[in-house]
């Protein structure tokens, strides 16, 4: 174990070979030891544990991992505590004379019996007429409520008018009280490196906001679940040689070479990924899973699997011993260079990860369309966005106060668009798991969107409201891509947005790329790495980019249920420049690859509040039209936090606040 730890760390650039770190490594042993985990995991608990104690530094010791531990500790001990059931003891005894009492008109009227059964055991009563009792079993559902063998929760009463008021007596949720809670507003983090300014009130903003959604994203309901396994296949086998393609184009494979010795010029060919080859040749492969998909990929399981054009689909093993620096997970499509000398294993020397997209453009008649033709004759000066992504209520109860508070915001702030993304009634939730509400789930849900639309759309004249679902909706197709929400007649307006999830969509010339699935959870679970730069969290989100998909993960995570014809469809079209990525991960805004990735975490988080983010988008001067990234600003908040950025390029003139839930 000592050595896989020391093997993983050293993945992250962390090297614990020397004497002095042999603590720290059997420390880290001890730690997957003792939680039946293995070494992968321990680095994924180490990244949290340092995301949240930046005082412990970069490098493990000891002493922090004794830290880590300890919270490993309370957490164990909190999920034991909301398993134990108190059992209060019960010190009488019965016998033939008082064993009736155990049999109350209650307890008998859970089991549908009416009547007196205190004696109904087919003997004649001491002193009675000798008449035998019969219970009578009554016909039909106990109208009383509940189910038999149900536990008896205390609720509080229910009103008519609403759900809202439906409180378990214990959730088993975790953290702080919301309502209770000290950090409310407080600033998390903030990045605004051109020092901006992150008071938008003054500066002018639009008359009104264009919107346009890209048509590569589902527009409506589909028929899933009718997948055949050879679609299936051919649908991956495109992808390969697609994604392939741009890789060996963006990196010139291909291109002719003259040879050193000769002088003569040589065309290379993809090779065949498990044909013998003595000369180093360039090849375009999946990566795989060895072990039929079970496991975790390690340096060891990988397999590269070739298409049917290139190699007939057929897989060999990997030696990646050769290779300085590497990022991999399973679904990646890779192009490497190097040998097979047996035609079972393939040594690569280099390994291309992918090509990601071009940025889309906008002309300079665009930019006087957007910023500088305002009837009043006042330009442009600010773009204010807000973006919130569920659940909306705390685990205690579905009054939805986050969503009341953040509606607070909008009210007082006036966004110039506002992007909302699900859960907005969470299948995880306490109360709809249990079948503890009074309306339907879809009920529920247009009760909150009426909600959202008294503020977002009739409190205001221009801001624009976009929609999108979440898997974790209760109401809503539990497959990926998710169609858009399908909503009454009576509740469509032309400002409220119903789009898809994934999405790209543009407000005025800003491109905007959204998933709501927690992908960069599910490829910090899977992805292995060697001789990479220690932010991990831009190195995951760069594969979404890279890849050219919001969800390049193949076998998806458990509960993504992908439908793979419609594979097309999670596709990006062009490098956004801000994508939207929420995520149980600690929330950020970085800088990757040309655009602004953002996670804006969770408004709620069981029963404490989370983060929300404001972005603000400054206008282009006449003379200088940068980049969105650049003159771009971001703030994440909670219903307890605001985040404020500012970006570089696209991103460094947009200051970023996390703020907590006001």
């Not at 000066?381 to 705390?394: C, H, K, M, N, R």
């Not at 990757?592 to 408004?603: D, K």
């Amino acid at each position: 174990m000592e050595t896989a730890v020391r093997e993983a760390f050293l993945g992250e650039q962390i090297d614990l070979s020397t004497d002095e770190h042999k603590s720290t490594v059997t420390k880290g042993a001890q730690i997957c030891r003792r939680y039946a985990i293995n070494a992968g995991d321990l680095i994924n608990k180490w990244t949290a544990y340092q995301h949240n104690n930046p005082s412990v530094g970069n490098i493990p010791t000891a002493t922090a991992l004794d830290g880590l531990q300890k919270e490993l500790e309370r957490a164990e001990k909190r999920s034991r505590q909301s398993h134990v059931q108190v059992m209060t003891p019960n010190n009488s005894t019965f016998n033939k004379d008082n064993a009736a009492a155990l049999f109350s008109s209650d307890f008998m009227d859970a089991f549908g019996v009416e009547g007196d059964v205190s004696n109904s055991s087919g003997r004649p009563s001491a002193g009675g007429s000798g008449t035998f009792v019969t219970p009578v079993r009554r016909k039909g559902r106990n109208v009383t409520g509940g189910m038999v063998g149900a536990p008896m929760t205390p609720m509080t009463p229910l009103t008519d008018n609403s759900s809202a008021a439906q409180t378990p007596a214990s959730t088993g949720g975790s953290g702080r009280d919301y309502n209770t809670r000290q950090n409310a507003g407080k600033v998390e983090l903030t990045y605004n490196p051109e020092k901006r300014s992150t008071n938008t009130k003054l500066l002018k903003h639009p008359n009104e906001v264009d919107f346009a959604i890209f048509p590569t994203g589902v527009d409506k309901r589909y028929r899933y679940m009718f997948q055949k396994l050879r679609d299936v296949s051919d649908v991956l086998d495109a992808r390969i040689d697609d994604i392939g393609d741009k890789i060996v184009k963006r990196n010139k494979l291909l291109a002719p070479k003259t040879d050193a010795t000769t002088g003569e010029t040589i065309t290379p060919e993809l090779a065949h990924v498990a044909l013998p080859s003595q000369d180093q040749a360039p090849i375009i492969a999946r990566v795989c899973l060895d072990s039929a998909g079970e496991g975790k990929l390690n340096d060891k399981s990988v397999l590269f699997e070739g298409s049917r054009d290139t190699s007939n689909g057929e897989r060999v093993e990997v030696n990646l011993g050769e290779v300085p620096d590497f990022s991999l997970f399973p679904g990646q499509v890779v192009a490497a260079v190097g040998t097979n000398t047996t035609g079972t294993v393939f040594t690569p020397s280099v390994i291309y990860q992918g090509a990601a997209p071009f940025a889309s453009r906008t002309s300079p008649e665009g930019f006087i369309d957007h910023y500088f033709s305002n009837k009043d004759g006042m330009d442009t000066e600010v773009l204010d966005i807000l973006v919130a992504a569920g659940p909306f209520s705390t685990s205690q109860d579905l009054a939805y106060a986050p969503l009341d508070d953040l509606l607070d915001v909008i009210r007082r702030d006036k966004p110039d668009a506002v992007v909302l993304m699900g859960p907005f009634v969470d299948e995880e939730h306490p109360m709809v798991k249990g079948g503890d509400m009074r309306e339907t789930f879809e009920e529920k849900f247009e009760e909150v969107v009426n909600r959202v639309g008294a503020v977002v759309i009739e409190e205001t004249s221009t801001t624009e409201l976009v929609l999108v679902p979440s898997l974790r909706d209760v109401h809503h197709d539990n497959v990926y891509p998710q169609p858009p929400f399908d909503l009454p007649d009576n509740m469509n307006h032309e400002r409220l947005h119903c789009v898809s999830n994934p999405a790209t969509f543009q407000l005025k010339e800003i491109v905007v790329g959204i998933n709501s699935n927690d992908i960069l959870m599910d490829l910090s679970k899977q992805e292995i790495s060697r001789g990479q730069s220690g932010d991990r969290l831009g190195r995951l989100s760069n594969h979404l980019l890279e890849q050219r998909s919001y969800y390049p993960l193949c076998p998806p995570a458990p509960g993504v249920n992908m439908e793979y014809e419609q594979l097309d469809k999670i596709v990006m079209p062009v490098t956004p420049d801000v994508l939207i990525l929420p995520s149980t991960m600690k929330y950020f805004a970085k800088n990757v690859n040309g655009s602004l990735v953002i996670n804006p975490g969770r408004l709620c988080k069981h029963s404490s509040g989370g983060t929300y983010a404001s972005v603000a988008v400054h206008a282009p001067r006449r003379n200088d039209i940068p980049e969105v990234r650049i003159r771009c600003t971001l703030d994440l908040k909670r219903v307890l936090v605001s985040f404020c950025v500012g970006l570089l390029e696209a991103q460094s003139r947009a200051p970023i606040f996390f703020y907590r839930c006001p």
